[in-house]
């Protein structure tokens, strides 16, 4: 069982790290988002820029999110096994 606790927690360890890294990302992708409007051709190029940011925030949220769920379920259940583990060492 203890070889189980160990695999999982290298693979926690592995999520949350991946997790990590696209935090980073995604908090230096929005440091380069702005709150404007655009009106005239001269600035066009800013707002395709600012398209840009938002398409990569937008793809990069999905997996933000996947990977914040798994790695909290996987913690979760390590607690769990460790609990059950250490009442199965008692009896």
């Known amino acids: 069982m203890s070889s189980t606790l160990t695999l999982l ?3 926690w ?3 949350t790290t991946l ?3 696209l935090l980073i990302y995604r908090s230096t992708l929005s440091m380069h988002e702005d709150d404007q409007l655009f009106l005239n ?3 066009s190029h800013m ?3 600012q398209t840009d940011v938002l398409r990569r925030l937008n793809k990069v949220t999905p997996a933000v999110r996947l990977l914040g769920a ?3 379920l996987l913690i979760v259940v390590i607690a769990g ?3 059950w583990e250490g009442l199965s060492r008692v009896q």
Request: proline share 0%; aromatic share 4%; hydrophobic share 60%.
């Open 19 to 21: 997790l990590v890294v």
């Open 13 to 15: 360890a592995g999520l």
């Open 41 to 43: 051709d001269s600035e």
């Open 70 to 72: 798994a790695s909290g």
């Open 9 to 11: 927690l290298i693979v």
């Open 81 to 83: 096994m460790w609990i």
């Open 47 to 49: 707002q395709a820029e």
